[in-house]
Nanobody, 127 residues
Framework: QGHFVESGGGLVQPGGSLRLSCTGS??????????MNWVRQFPGGEIEWISG????????YYADSVKGRVIISRDDAKSTLYLQMNSLKPADTAMYYC??????????????????WGGGTQVTVSS
């Protein structure tokens, strides 16, 4: 069974930046054949889909809560997904996970793709 490994989180002051990474391995499908997403889970348990990118990087999605502050990208040669986060706010404090969409151009993730989640990467924004 494949899994993703998320990394790059940390403690940062408001206004700071982080670059999150997500690398997948062991899947019976090719990373390059699927749209990919970032989701986050807040301390209270709420989950939010914040960004997606389709298989050929021609389309992206950003939630209003992060629009203008984050950039999603992918490096298919490395089977790696990225999320550049800028102008971070305390409200961004959460555990961040990646998950595949349903096909090359669909961001749909039943159950937010929980069965693909790795350990997540914690982002804490605090002064």
């Amino acid at each position: 069974q494949g899994h993703f490994v998320e990394s790059g989180g940390g403690l940062v002051q408001p206004g700071g930046s982080l670059r999150l990474s997500c690398t997948g391995s062991g899947f019976p499908f090719s990373f390059t054949d699927y749209a990919m997403n970032w989701v986050r889970q807040f301390p209270g348990g709420e989950i939010e889909w914040i960004s997606g990118i389709n298989a050929d990087s021609s389309d992206t999605y950003y939630a209003d809560s992060v629009k203008g502050r984050v950039i999603i990208s992918r490096d298919d040669a490395k089977s790696t997904l990225y999320l550049q986060m800028n102008s971070l706010k305390p409200a961004d404090t959460a555990m961040y996970y990646c998950a595949p969409g349903s096909d090359r151009n669909s961001y749909a993730m039943p159950g937010y793709g929980k069965h693909y989640w790795g350990g997540g990467t914690q982002v804490t924004v605090s002064s």
